[in-house]
């Protein structure tokens, strides 16, 4: 069964510093999302890209942020000075479309980011 | 205000047990969806199942069945006959419709874990 990639599945980074999460999408899907999970606490959603474009955001997706599809196959998340409370379990997802009703999201395995 | 509520923060039963996983969920919109996703030990959210409200039909899938109260609104999960590896932390999750929201904003309830014990 096709499956959404992220790389790394762990990574760790200094405070301030730059970080890019890379996902790779189920290649017919063509809407793309960032979740992330902060230790015990509920999924949250980030962002929703469709088109080159971003379809919604959360109020937690401020400036820090920015996602990008960079060629065919890729979808990646920056975040461009990493803070303590970044740190979280991120989750890449896709759909086939936004607005069908029998649509579902297919997350990926997620990349933990500790920020320290 | 939350918008999916799982009152149940830890369920343990021993295998072969039934169990129910609670949820409650809150909204204006009068189309939205309810998901249900497991979280096992590894990490990864799973697909269990997906529920329309204009569609208030239970459903059952082998061990899992769903049970969907628009009155109540809750969308309850029962596993019958539980065994070890359905420990994880189950979430359920809503997407509302009606205001220009892509399917794809899904607000999570806090989860629920569930440990089966051998």
């Known amino acids: 069964e096709p499956e959404v990639t992220q790389t790394p599945s762990h990574q760790v980074t200094q405070m301030g510093q730059e970080v890019i999460l890379r996902c790779v999408p189920i290649?017919?899907?063509?809407?793309f999302y960032w979740y992330r999970q902060i230790l015990g606490q509920k999924v949250e959603f980030l962002v929703s890209?469709?088109?080159?474009?971003?379809?919604?955001k959360s109020e937690i997706f401020d400036d820090q942020f920015s996602v990008e599809r960079p060629d065919g196959s890729n979808f990646t998340l920056k975040i461009r000075s990493t803070k303590l409370e970044d740190s979280a379990m991120y989750f890449c997802?896709?759909?086939?479309?936004?607005?069908?009703?029998?649509?579902?999201?297919?997350f990926g395995s997620g990349t933990q980011l500790s920020v320290l | 205000a939350q918008k999916v509520t799982q009152a149940q923060t830890e369920i343990s039963v021993v295998e072969k047990e039934d169990v129910t996983l609670d949820c409650v969920y809150e909204?204006?919109?009068?189309?939205?969806?309810l998901f249900w996703y497991k979280q096992p030990p590894s990490g990864e959210l799973v697909f269990l199942i997906r529920?329309?409200?204009?569609?208030?039909q239970n459903e059952i899938s082998g061990r899992y069945s769903w049970n969907f109260q628009k009155s109540t609104s809750s969308f309850n999960f029962t596993i019958t006959a539980s065994q070890v590896v359905d420990s994880a932390v189950y979430f359920c999750?809503?997407?509302?419709?009606?205001?220009?929201?892509?399917?794809?904003?899904?607000?999570f309830g806090r989860g629920t874990q569930l440990t089966v014990w051998p």
């Open positions: 997802a896709s759909s086939v479309s936004g607005y069908a009703t029998n649509e579902k999201l297919f």
């Open positions: 290649s017919n899907h063509l809407y």
């Open positions: 890209f469709y088109n080159n474009e971003i379809s919604e």
């Open positions: 909204t204006r919109d009068t189309t939205y969806y």
């Open positions: 529920r329309n409200s204009f569609d208030e």
């Open positions: 999750a809503l997407s509302e419709a009606n205001r220009g929201s892509t399917l794809g904003r899904l607000y």
